[in-house]
């Protein structure tokens, strides 16, 4: 796995080759994202507590492909760490378990 400097996770997260030249950027400093992230978000349909957030993804309006959710970390009631978002319309879907 590898991360690029892109605030979007879709886009943030990627597969390279091993051999492959990472990131070396001193000022980027990547976010708590799950290691396990769901190729397509999913309704959140468990009851789960708030642990940290929002924290607010608002970009993308440079090539067209525009993203605005908020985030939370979130513990659902059998201990799981998820990360979940809301959009704008205060609906809510499962992103990323975390391991």
Known sequence: PSIAPDPRPA???????????????????????????????????????????????ATGWWDNNPVIPDYFLVQRHDGLWLWVFITPTKQWFLHGIFS
């Open 11 to 57: 886009i943030a997260i990627s597969y390279s080759s091993p051999l492959s030249e990472q990131l070396k950027d001193p000022l980027f400093k990547p976010k708590l994202r799950p290691s396990i992230l769901l190729p397509h978000p999913e309704r959140l349909t468990d009851e789960v507590s708030i642990a940290h957030g929002p924290d607010r993804v």
